[in-house]
């Protein structure tokens, strides 16, 4: 069991209220994921700039001064904020390569990157997560999260959710794929590597690669239907928006509401309790092997 | 706890779920005939379920899963959309959900009417055991997979897999069937057929005629082994 969560705004006046909403949405799926929770929030940007989002256990030592490390090395600007175990840095879009060699080099792990993704994840309740990391505080156009009941991998900060394999794309996933391993085998003949043991990983790998690849995001959302073999109930966020897939057999549940203000997505009902509007939203549970997406 | 009239109203923003189910069944118990509203259900798990008696309870929104489990001789009514396993078990009484419902409403019920306004989705009335279901909206795959008596009624279109793997139960679609499971085959509507349906649907509120219907059932072909396939195996 896992919980996971998405909202996806139609309206710029409600993206300061993204962080508020998307955390009640997180913390009522407490109960079907308690041991780590995370969020991929799609915020300000600035063009051509990029933003990497790493994660260290030891922050204080980690971040002290990383600016001026990752400056020296790509010979740019960077600026860094600092949020508890992670720091999100910005760099021209033409640095990123050398900027994560260089982070990764140094032992930071990089949750993501992209012109307006941040990734925030850790372990631990999805509430302290959220107060750590001052979610409610958060402001966007969309973004999705996960509470995670490990299965396939290890409880660290690495092994939850969401995964992101390409800029500006990420992934959350209810459920457990059985030809993981086969596919990270397959990708990895391609040039295509992921960070950790996990299967989702691998999922969002496939679909990062079926993009690179020249797909469209239905196309590639398509492509897991056919390709990745196991349970999924899938939400997936990209720079314009989110989509949705379950597999053929979707015994993982799903629910959408959708309102004039807002798509959101949630694996039950009760995440969806709070938002603005849901009496008169229109709530459907998406159909199995059936691809949803919604983008500006 | 409020009373309005006849209608007991429990908020539940002030009381706990268990406290709503306890007051219910002790309600049901009583055999008075009480009525319920419930307010601000939130879309919580395990609403109104084990009630062993003739009561009347109207819950305002949309419930999680297994609302109404167990049902018997009560009427519950959900005026928004219900989670997985809606009426699931149910051996009597009506269970009615203004939406849709979500995968295998009515699984393994007794008896009893579960009748879903909108649509339901994978898995309606899986092992169903002599309940009646009426679905005014379309039906997910696998609907009624080895359903064994009672019966199936879809105003919309079903899904893939209708009942696969299928003993007595009568299943009665109006639209589209995607596929048949295994040993579920179209059978003929004969006027004890159009009797069964006519009154189903009236029970239901539904806006149907019955000859618009054509029933599946059992093609019996999976009761006995047979010998001849044994090189099959």
Known sequence: ?296 | MTTTLDKTVLDMTEMELREVNTTLQAAAKAKANEAFVITNPRGSHAMAVGLDGPINVTIKGSTGYYCAGMNKEATVTVEGSAGPGVAENMMSGTVTIEGDASQYAGATGHGGLLNIKGNASSRCGISMKGIDIVVHGNIGHMSAFMAQKGNLVVLGNAGDALGDSLYEARLFVRGTVKSLGADCIEKEMRPEHIEILKELLEKAGADARPEEFKRYGSARKLYNFNIDHADEY
């Open chain 1, 1 to 296: 069991m896992c919980g996971i969560v998405g909202l996806f705004l139609k309206k710029d006046e409600l993206r300061p209220q993204l962080g508020d909403m998307l955390t009640d949405m997180l913390i009522t799926m407490t109960d079907r994921g308690p041991d780590s929770a995370g969020i991929a929030i799609y915020g300000d940007e600035t063009d051509g700039m990029v933003k990497i989002t790493v994660q260290s256990d030891t922050p204080d030592e980690a971040f002290a001064d990383l600016d001026a490390a990752v400056c020296a090395v790509i010979d740019a600007p960077v600026t860094i904020k600092v949020v508890d175990t992670h720091a999100v840095l910005t760099l021209p879009e033409a640095a990123e390569k050398a900027a994560i060699a260089f982070l990764e080099e140094k032992g930071l792990r990089i949750m993501g990157s992209g012109a307006s993704m941040e990734i925030y994840k850790e372990v631990g309740l999805p509430k302290d997560v959220a107060a750590r990391f001052g979610l409610r505080e958060m402001g966007g156009s969309h973004g999705i999260g996960h509470t995670r009941m490990a299965t396939e991998s290890a409880v660290t900060t690495m092994g939850a959710h969401p995964f992101s394999t390409a800029d500006d794309q990420c992934l959350v996933h209810n459920g457990s794929l059985s030809n993981h391993n086969q596919m990270r085998r397959k990708l990895a003949k391609k040039g295509v590597f992921t960070r950790s043991e996990n299967d989702t990983e691998v999922g969002a790998a496939y679909i990062s690669s079926r993009i690179a690849e020249g797909a469209t995001l239905g196309e590639a959302l398509e492509g897991t239907i056919e390709d990745l073999d196991g349970f999924f109930t899938f939400v997936t966020g990209t720079k314009n928006g989110f989509g949705v897939v379950r597999d053929p057999i979707a015994c993982k549940p799903a629910v959408m509401a959708e309102t004039d203000d807002y798509v959101a997505f949630a694996s039950e009902y009760r995440a969806f309790a709070d938002l603005p509007g849901i009496d008169a939203a229109r709530v459907w549970e998406p159909e199995p092997a059936t691809v949803y997406f919604w983008e500006r």
